[in-house]
């Protein structure tokens, strides 16, 4: 497609204003974005008639790129307010690094039905357990310590690393199930989200490097163009985010979240069983 035409024009203010509202979610739900950036990358890159072999593993890899700085300026925002478990980062930081690294391999050989099955899968029990604030899943008063805390980390950076995300969604569930305040799991997934989205970035890079049917702006799987037009203005909005967060009570929070996964699901649930 080319760039000074009307409908890239069109793509790219849709895309800065997503990013817009990909900061707000980052601050007020402690994650990167990943779950609104991948499923608008994966629309954007259809439009560009990028192949569908690629498209999914381009716009997770993207999708990471760009929750870089998303989530430095959400997690330095929520340690502002002192609301970041700062012993449990890390603790999490080595099994969470290499979890990314093991999806970032995965992610050059798996068919991209995987990504969005996943997806759906994590996103959605979590948007019913938020959604219902059932205690029914609860599975400790508190965290565990020792290995079985660091093979929390590496699942959580395994799985964000394939769906793209900063690991938030991942952590907020395994930090409820054990008893933690939901406002103190969204502040310190902010701080999960920059372990995961800077490994996973570069993984992803070397993951789709030589790939054939990935448009000419992209180092591996990740968009140079996708980022640009992302980061902006999701810097801008991050902190408004996070004042929105701090606002709200804990069984709001948790149903606003849970709703906005569930919407996510569905769509990739449509994409799944129609196309």
């Known amino acids: 497609m080319d760039l000074l035409s009307s409908d890239f024009l069109i793509i790219a203010i849709a895309l800065?204003?997503?990013?817009?509202?990909?900061?707000v979610l980052a601050g007020l739900f402690g994650v990167g974005g990943g779950a609104l950036i991948v499923p608008v990358l994966?629309?954007?890159?259809?439009?560009?008639?990028v192949p569908d072999d690629t498209r999914m593993p381009l716009?997770?890899?993207?999708?990471?790129?760009?929750?870089?700085?998303?989530s430095i300026r959400s997690w330095l925002s929520h340690r502002a307010r002192g609301a970041v478990d700062g012993a449990?980062?890390?603790?999490?930081?080595?099994?969470?690094?290499?979890g990314v690294v093991a999806g970032a391999i995965i992610a050059r050989y798996a068919p991209p039905l995987v990504?969005?099955?996943?997806?759906?899968?994590?996103?959605?029990?979590?948007?019913?357990?938020?959604i219902s604030g059932t205690k029914l899943w609860d599975i400790a008063p508190d965290l565990p310590t020792g290995p079985v805390l660091r093979v929390y980390g590496g699942v959580i950076g395994l799985l964000a690393s394939l769906m793209g995300i900063g690991g938030g969604q991942i952590a907020n569930i395994i930090m409820s199930l054990h008893g933690r305040a939901i406002h103190q799991a969204v502040a310190t997934s902010a701080g999960i989200g920059v372990l995961i989205s800077?490994?996973?970035?570069i993984g992803y890079m070397l993951a789709g490097w030589g790939q054939p049917g990935l448009p000419p702006d992209a180092i591996g799987f990740v968009s140079l163009i996708g980022v640009c037009l992302f980061v902006p203005t999701t810097i801008l909005t991050a902190n408004l985010g996070v004042r929105m967060a701090h606002g709200l009570s804990g069984r709001s929070l948790e149903i606003a979240f849970g709703t906005f996964l569930a919407l996510?699901?569905?769509?990739?649930?449509?994409?799944?069983?129609?196309?």
């Open 16 to 23: 800065l204003a997503a990013g817009a509202l990909t900061g």
């Open 264 to 275: 996510v699901c569905l769509r990739f649930l449509y994409a799944i069983f129609v196309g």
């Open 88 to 98: 449990l980062l890390r603790a999490w930081a080595v099994p969470i690094v290499l």
């Open 59 to 70: 716009a997770v890899g993207t999708s990471l790129a760009i929750i870089i700085p998303t």
């Open 42 to 49: 994966f629309e954007l890159f259809g439009v560009l008639d």
């Open 115 to 130: 990504f969005q099955v996943i997806f759906v899968l994590v996103a959605g029990g979590n948007a019913v357990k938020l």
């Open 198 to 201: 800077v490994p996973g970035a």
